[in-house]
Structure formats: structure tokens, C-alpha cells
T-cell receptor
Framework: KAGVTQTPRYLIKTRGQQVTLSCSPI?????VSWYQQTPGQGLQFLFE???????NKGNFPGRFSGRQFSNSRSEMNVSTLELGDSALYLC?????????????FGPGTRLTVT | TQLLEQSPQFLSIQEGENLTVYCNSS?????LQWYRQEPGEGPVLLVTVVTGGEVKKLKRLTFQFGDARKDSSLHITAAQPGDTGLYLCARRTAGGTSYGKLTFGQGTILTVHP
């Protein structure tokens, strides 16, 4: 069974631009969560999606947004990029629902903002 | 905010030594997960502990959940260079429409020298 895939793996953007990151969950998984990882703040929760609905949102500004499609694939968008948005963005998938909560992470997208 | 405090932050040891990593909180966990992350990759789930006093073993790794479910530890026996990586503890919080977001500790960077 293929794992969680994230594209692109690396991205360099300029301050003020916007970026879209993509995540394909494990086949059969309906829940996707996004996390931001930085050396200073560690791993922080961004959003949680299940059945195309945002179920939870972390404490990030409105420039961070996401969505989930009917095939469970998810995208996150960051508008008006700032230098501080440079980070590893991780996507995690799980079956969803209360029965299973084990999350499986993708390799991440390394975003560098210059 | 229900923070997870991990210690130590950094650990540099020689092959064959034993080590323990700690994860503490002021509040009770319903469950706790341990992850290991290698450079350039996403975190990989090692274990989930649920019951107070629980001990789980994964080869040379021993995980303990405190009786009061406020703390956990990871002990590695006879560490090997392949154990090098970032070790993270995480608690899952669920409620409302959320099936569970993960809150992570700051992590312990382990380096095992040959």
C-alpha cells in the first residue's frame, strides 16, 4: 500500500507570493491533517479535514487555508508569503472517525521563502 | 494550553550506551504517542500508550506510561547509530467535530556515534 505522498518536495518562493501544497493520503484514508514544522516552534497543527469538511483549525493567520477533495486528496494554500513561513509542511492521513486515530505522515514539503 | 515538555532536548552518546527520553505534562493524557523522525522525512509512529502504568517494548525500545497518565518515557538499550533521529511525543485531542489533532513536544535530537 502506497504511503502518504506530498508534492512538491521542495519549493522556493519570494516574499509576497502565494503557494499551494498538495497531499495524497493513503488509499482508504478519509482524514487529512496538516502540520508546520520549524526549528523554533517544533511541530504545530494547521488544519484537519474529513469528508471535505474542515474539522479543526490551529492558531494560524487567515493567510493559511486548505481544502479537501472528494477523493480525500488535500491542498493547503499560503497567500502573501512571509519569511517566517519557511518551514517543513507535513501532511498526515488517517482512517478518520473515532475508531482509528493513528496518523501516518508524508515526507513533507520544504518551503523556503526568500 | 496543554503543553508537552520533553527532555532532554539534545542527546549525544556512543554506540552501546543506554538512554531515556522523558515527556511530561501538567494535565492527564487519554493516550500518548511516540514518533521518530529522520532528516528529510516525516515522523513515523513508534507506539501508542493508553493505560496508566502501561509498558510496551519494541525491540530495544521500551515505552512507559506513568500511573497518573501525566508522563511517559522512552528508554533505548544499547543504542545503535541507526537510532539517530528526532524523537517526538504527542498527545491526541479530540472533541466537537474534530477526530483528533496531535500536539507535539519539542522533541529530543538523538545522535549515536559509532
Amino acid at each position: 500500500k502506497a504511503g502518504v505522498t506530498q508534492t512538491p518536495r521542495y519549493l522556493i518562493k519570494t516574499r509576497g507570493q502565494q503557494v499551494t501544497l498538495s497531499c495524497s493520503p493513503i488509499s482508504g484514508h478519509r482524514s487529512v491533517s496538516w502540520y508546520q514544522q520549524t526549528p523554533g516552534q517544533g511541530l504545530q497543527f494547521l488544519f484537519e479535514y474529513f469528508s471535505e469538511t474542515q474539522r479543526n483549525k490551529g492558531n494560524f493567520p487567515g493567510r493559511f487555508s486548505g481544502r479537501q477533495f472528494s477523493n480525500s486528496r488535500s491542498e493547503m494554500n499560503v497567500s502573501t508569503l512571509e519569511l517566517g513561513d519557511s518551514a517543513l509542511y507535513l501532511c498526515a492521513s488517517s482512517l478518520g472517525g473515532t475508531a482509528s486515530y493513528e496518523q501516518y505522515f508524508g515526507p513533507g514539503t520544504r518551503l523556503t521563502v526568500t | 494550553t496543554q503543553l508537552l515538555e520533553q527532555s532532554p532536548q539534545f542527546l549525544s552518546i556512543q554506540e552501546g550506551e543506554n538512554l531515556t527520553v522523558y515527556c511530561n505534562s501538567s494535565s492527564v493524557f487519554s493516550s500518548l504517542q511516540w514518533y521518530r523522525q529522520e532528516p528529510g522525512e516525516g515522523p513515523v509512529l513508534l507506539v501508542t500508550v493508553v493505560t496508566g502504568g502501561e509498558v510496551k517494548k519494541l525491540k530495544r525500545l521500551t515505552f512507559q506510561f506513568g500511573d497518573a497518565r501525566k508522563d511517559s518515557s522512552l528508554h533505548i538499550t544499547a543504542a545503535q547509530p541507526g537510532d539517530t533521529g528526532l524523537y517526538l511525543c504527542a498527545r491526541r485531542t479530540a472533541g466537537g467535530t474534530s477526530y483528533g489533532k496531535l500536539t507535539f513536544g519539542q522533541g529530543t535530537i538523538l545522535t549515536v556515534h559509532p
